[in-house]
């Protein structure tokens, strides 16, 4: 499969995988709530925030900022950086570098990569997420609201 939009640098010097996200939150348009953006990815039948590999070049602030619009159809207004994570991904060293994004305008459309987005308080949110990794981003970013 061709990568969308460009070329990327898959690896850094030292061959560890590059990628970055966000925690997309908003308020609710119903009762004023917080609620945080997940989406599903058919490839890997999972839940998980916003995230993808980083083009040849790019920051990765920019780059987390083009995967949420990619993948859920918003635009953001970055915060405050959160944990980094580390792991393996198909016995490759990732590092995946997370931003706090409130979501501002945009509509999803489902796409190659992402079939369905859901919008969920932050309990609700923490025990969709497939993996444990991705939990422990939702309390970073209930702290950096001030909300823990």
Not at 137 to 147: E, G, I, K, P, R
Request: positive net charge; charged residues 25%; contains cysteine.
């Amino acid at each position: 499969m061709a990568p969308r939009g460009g070329e990327y640098t898959v690896t850094s010097k030292e061959g560890v995988v590059r990628a970055a996200g966000c925690v997309l939150w908003r308020r609710s348009p119903v009762d004023g709530g917080l609620e945080l953006c997940l989406v599903h990815r058919p490839k890997y039948d999972d839940w998980s925030h916003p995230k993808g590999k980083l083009k040849r070049s790019e920051e990765p602030l920019a780059g987390a900022l083009r995967e949420v619009e990619e993948e859920t159809g918003f635009r953001c207004a970055p915060g405050a950086p959160l944990p980094t994570a580390r792991y393996l991904a198909q016995g490759r060293p990732k590092e995946v570098t997370y931003w706090a994004a409130e979501a501002t305008t945009g509509h999803f459309s489902p796409n190659r990569e992402v079939d369905r987005i859901i919008w969920l308080p932050p309990v609700a949110a923490r025990n969709r997420l497939t993996q444990l990794r991705d939990r422990q981003l939702v309390d970073a970013l209930l702290s950096t609201l001030n909300l823990a």
